[in-house]
């Protein structure tokens, strides 16, 4: 069974997979003060939870976006497994031909989202990351052409009532109109349909400079939560990193 961690810079997600079959995902909180001893306790305390036994675990890979976090874990499950986790990043075989100024730059949560829609779904192909951060990201034949990141729905929401004086932290769900009539909801309505139509937009804008119409895909934790408002047909594949994870990992096998 296969060990699969990512680590974003708000929850890191830690699944298993047997074969091709998911068996479990669990969350928590990234949090840099974590020590390898708490990380693993957790790790095991998840796989306990999904009844899934430490002697079931052969491999394991990781994707970080916080690099300190990276490292932590691999030693984590190091400790824990006794298993010398893959790290995704320079030196890993993954397949993507990144084609951007500094292949280098490119965050690993969506080298592996990248790796997976191609294996997944027709191309051309634009990927939405709604987590921390919204990131789009351009997938032809070629490969990773690049893309575009700009502040995540929460990040947008919590600077708007940290900024104001009389606007207050919501919840992030779907209002009934567009046109707000009490602050919650004119609130609601910037943020979701703000939103949606900002991955409506950008798909019509790389459609263009691309010349035909792609795939649309979208994971990540506010996924489920702007998709569908959007008017563009969005395919939402929750655990895309998660299996981008996995056929890294048997590449470099």
Request: proline share 3%; with cysteine; net charge negative.
């Amino acid at each position: 069974m296969l060990l699969v961690v990512d680590v974003g810079n708000t929850h890191t997600k830690i699944g298993a997979f047997e074969g091709e079959a998911l068996r479990f995902v669990s969350r928590l909180s990234t949090q840099q003060s974590t020590t390898d001893d708490q990380l693993a306790v957790w790790i095991d305390r998840f796989l306990a939870l999904n009844h899934v036994s430490r002697e079931q675990i052969t491999g394991a890979i990781i994707s970080a976006v916080v690099p300190a976090m990276g490292a932590m874990t691999k030693r984590a499950v190091a400790l824990l497994l006794n298993i010398k986790a893959l790290l995704l990043g320079p030196g890993i075989k993954t397949g993507l031909n990144i084609c951007i100024d500094n292949p280098g730059q490119m965050g690993s949560d969506l080298v592996a989202a990248g790796v997976a829609a191609m294996a997944k779904y027709p191309l051309p192909l634009i990927v939405f990351g709604l987590g921390t951060a919204t990131t789009v990201s351009a997938l032809t034949e070629r490969g990773l052409m690049g893309g575009a990141i700009y502040p995540g729905v929460g990040i947008s929401l919590n600077a708007l009532s940290n900024s104001t004086a009389l606007l207050s932290h919501i919840n992030i769900e779907k209002p009934k109109s567009a046109i707000g009539k009490n602050t919650e909801d004119c609130m609601k309505s910037g943020v979701v349909f703000g939103t949606a139509a900002m991955l409506d937009g950008m798909a019509a804008r790389i459609e263009a400079e691309l010349g035909e119409a792609c795939t649309l895909v979208a994971t990540g934790g506010h996924a489920h939560d702007i998709i569908p408002a959007c008017t563009r047909e969005i395919v939402n594949d929750e655990h895309l990193v998660l299996e981008g994870l996995r056929m890294i990992y048997m590449k470099n096998q």
